[in-house]
């Protein structure tokens, strides 16, 4: 296991719009800085570029207030819970968040961002475009940023994986006294998420950062779909 992890922010990205080639100009971005990019890296990218890549922005009328909130609702396939404007919703992905994940930030007025339709193929595009364009075996993240239930504040999370651990399972294993760990399933992904974001920051216009010295036996196929999200069967609040 490292002891040491190195995290640079990636500077130097244009605006992105759909249909450009989001996995060469961040390769290209961070060539340019001086920590280059290396085998082992974890690309950590956050989901509002990916969707603008992928054509996921919408128009809105900026003068109806309730104009997100249909479109939240649009995009949900479950309704949670309401509180003013704020809805509470499950996603097509699974994902249980505010608004389905519509979000104004960072965008033109009169427009709205949606989530990738599917983060984790996403992930792997870029991931895949990266080896085959500049032969650097990388991992993807594609972060986002969530509120939590019973704690204040937000924090980003791992919307789709590629290349990365999305859960990392110790169960069978021992903790520091050698007892055995029955119930710990360790996700990597988020927590990769979250240190990167300490350098992206939400309004310093970094968008990707390179998490560098993980731990080489994360490093394998991987989904956050398939090993994050919990089942409704095995959820106690739903």
């Not at 479109?71 to 949670?80: D, G, H, N, T, W």
């Not at 169960?171 to 240190?195: F, W």
Request: charged residues 25%; aromatic residues 4%; contains cysteine.
């Amino acid at each position: 296991m490292s002891l040491e992890l190195r995290i640079f922010g990636i500077e130097g990205l244009p605006e992105i719009t759909a249909g450009v080639p989001l996995a060469s100009m961040i390769a290209e971005a961070a060539l340019g800085q001086s920590q280059g990019l290396e085998d082992g890296d974890v690309l950590v990218v956050t989901q509002k570029i990916v969707s603008k890549a992928e054509g996921r922005v919408v128009a809105i009328d900026p003068a109806d207030p309730d104009a997100k909130r249909r479109l939240a609702e649009s995009e949900a396939v479950r309704i949670l819970r309401r509180r003013g404007d704020l809805v509470i919703t499950e996603t097509r992905h699974g994902f249980i968040c505010a608004n389905s994940g519509v979000d104004l930030s960072n965008v033109a007025e009169g427009y709205a961002v949606l989530l990738p339709l599917d983060p984790d193929r996403s992930a792997r595009g870029i991931r895949d475009e990266i080896q085959r364009r500049f032969g650097y075996a990388v991992g993807v993240i594609i972060s986002d940023t969530f509120g939590r239930v019973w704690r204040r504040g937000v924090t980003d999370v791992a919307l789709g994986s590629a290349g990365i651990a999305a859960v990392v399972d110790l169960r069978g294993g021992s903790d520091a006294l050698g007892r055995e760990l029955v119930a710990t399933e360790v996700c990597i992904a988020d927590e990769i998420t979250a240190a990167a974001d300490l350098v992206m920051g939400k309004a310093s216009a970094v968008p990707v950062a390179i998490v560098r010295g993980v731990d080489p036996s994360w490093l394998r196929e991987s989904s956050v779909r398939a090993e994050v999200v919990r089942p409704a069967t095995e959820d106690l609040f739903r």
